[in-house]
């Protein structure tokens, strides 16, 4: 009988290595496929126009150009689209990450009445796809006057993010209620409970979620597009999205190229130097009940 067993036992283990085998192979393939045009990209960036229009495909550039990458960032339209992206980014993720944080302490803490029928409204609203409001959007705000600037971009984030309500709120259900009536006892009011008590335990959560917030403002395309068609207000994928039908005309796709990479590299080291936390702090917030 020991032998049997020890004979089941390696033939499962047998099993189990060839059952790995194939996963990380399968993997690993996916992996390259995924990450391969990402590194094309940053590659054909150094090539020249000749290179990249051969019948012959090459990956390594011959010889290395890196004047493209200079000649992106003299070009105004560039800085003009870097400068409108970091004006909607930095007022949003600083009001809206304020306003997100308050409303997941008040959801999470204080008692007040319709708070869950409130709550589960919001949450309903991740359901809506952008695509389902934004002609809606785009007939309110040109009727008030705001299309063509920058107002469309900047205005509803200032009112919070219903994603980090959410995981704010998972963030905060590990924290004891005791706490609230502690704090009622020494006569601290609501607003000053928030900022002195709950405000630094989200601190880690609340800095994750505006990086990924962050994210998706510097690489929000489709708003941008419906809401602004002035030049001077295009963020940067619009300009990118410019570059490419200019450019594209004189097969200048190392230029396209470079200033792709430039326009996706602050997001990349910021998943890069975060991704701990990142991955950490969706993981938490989403077993917490």
Not at 5 to 25: G, H, I, L, M, R
Not at 120 to 142: D, E, K, N, R, W
């Amino acid at each position: 009988m020991a032998n049997l067993d020890e004979k089941s036992s390696e033939v499962k283990s047998t099993k189990t290595k060839v059952v790995d085998t194939v996963v990380f192979v399968l993997l690993l393939l996916g992996a390259i496929v995924m990450v391969f045009p990402l590194v094309y990209m940053v590659l054909s960036s150094f090539m020249t126009k000749n290179q990249i229009l051969s019948a012959d495909f090459s990956i390594i550039p011959d010889p290395w150009r890196f004047g493209k990458y200079t000649e992106v960032l003299q070009k105004p339209e560039f800085l003009r689209g870097l400068r409108n992206t970091l004006i909607v980014a930095l007022p949003v993720l600083l009001v809206g990450g304020f306003t997100s944080s308050l409303s997941a302490f008040s959801f999470s803490k204080l008692r007040f009445k319709g708070k869950n029928g409130i709550f589960l409204g919001l949450l309903a609203t991740m359901m809506i796809p952008f695509a389902v409001v934004m002609i809606p959007q785009y007939v309110m705000f040109t009727k008030i006057g705001w299309t063509n600037s920058l107002l469309p971009l900047i205005i509803p984030g200032l009112f919070g993010n219903v994603s980090i309500i959410f995981f704010l709120r998972q963030n905060l259900t590990s924290v004891p209620d005791s706490i609230v009536e502690a704090a009622k006892i020494d006569g601290c009011g609501y607003f000053k409970m928030y900022y002195s008590i709950f405000l630094p335990l989200m601190k880690g959560a609340l800095m994750t979620q505006l990086i990924l917030w962050f994210m998706g403002i510097w690489n929000d395309y489709l708003a941008p597009t419906i809401f602004i068609q002035n030049e001077e207000w295009f963020t940067l994928q619009v300009v990118i999205r410019s570059f490419n039908a200019y450019y594209a005309v004189n097969s200048d796709y190392p230029l396209i190229m470079a200033a792709s990479v430039l326009a996706i590299l602050p997001t990349l080291l910021l998943f890069f130097f975060f991704q701990r936390y990142i991955i950490e702090s969706m993981a938490v917030s989403g077993v917490k009940g």
